[in-house]
């Protein structure tokens, strides 16, 4: 059945960055909620089934944010968007393409996730911009939400746990880990972010909601010990100095929201249950 223009409850949510950790969840939970979903992606991933592709309710479209194109039709008949798509570099341009698409096609509310502390960590030299661009990038994107001219709301979140989870993976692999010194972080559960999210996108626009950030807040080195624990690794951590004034403001805790420890879900519990899902196991060689 076509959708309804005029009728929110009939036209589909679009999801873009569907595919992605925070989207999917997403997806699912708009699902749940009753609601058909658009998934906009650069291109089918393998995998894509666990999202439910063929199955009713959900529709695949694809479109490349970076450069606008098949955005027009991705966003075409829908009313409410909601923006997950992110990368490392560059959500500025994203943001620009897909508020130029949703109002022209009249959207009515866009729901944009970005991140705790862009706000108030400077981007003020090559330095910066070099080691923590994305805060810039996700700030410069929050601003051109704001000023679409589509009524809207953004979400704060901290890292999620898949994000520490994939660091400590990788940084993991060296025999001795350098970590920047004094840095803390307060990791949520990507699930507990997406119900807000989902939440958010059916209510009324709402600008900028309160943060979301974990129960806990975690020097950098007890999250990777956490990690190493849980995996049966031993491995020396040195903490190296970072120069800048983001990472000034990383050390004096500008990533953290802790009056917005909102989060229920631990690291330790997250690493207890996803760990021993990917068969790493306390018993590994270290
Ligand atoms: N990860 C964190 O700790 C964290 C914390 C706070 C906020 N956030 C924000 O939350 C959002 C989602 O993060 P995530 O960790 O779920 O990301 P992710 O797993 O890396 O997924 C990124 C998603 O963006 C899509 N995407 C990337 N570039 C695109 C482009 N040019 N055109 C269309 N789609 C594109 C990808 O789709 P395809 O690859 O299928 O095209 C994928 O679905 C991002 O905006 C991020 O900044 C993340």
Redesign the pocket.
Known sequence: MQPRIGDAAASPILV?????????LVVAGLRDAGRDVRV??????QGGEDLGEGATGIEFVT?????GEGIEAAVDGTEIIV?????AK??ED?ARHLVRAASRAGAHHLV?????GDDRIPIASGVDRAMFG?FGS?LA?ERIVADSGVPWTTL?????Y???LMTAQQIAKLPVIPIPAGFRFQ??D?GE?AARLVELALGTPAGLVPDMAGPRVYKMADLLRGYLRAVGKRRPIIPVWLPGKAARAFRAGANLAPDRAVGRRTWEDFLAERVSSLGESSQAAA
């Open positions: 873009t960055g569907g595919t992605g950790t925070l989207g999917r906009l992606s650069r291109g089918r991933r479109g490349d944010l970076a450069t923006h997950c798509a992110g990368g560059g959500d994203k944009y996730i970005s991140v705790v994305y996700k994107a704060h979140a901290t890292q999620f898949d994000l520490t990791p949520i990507a972010v």
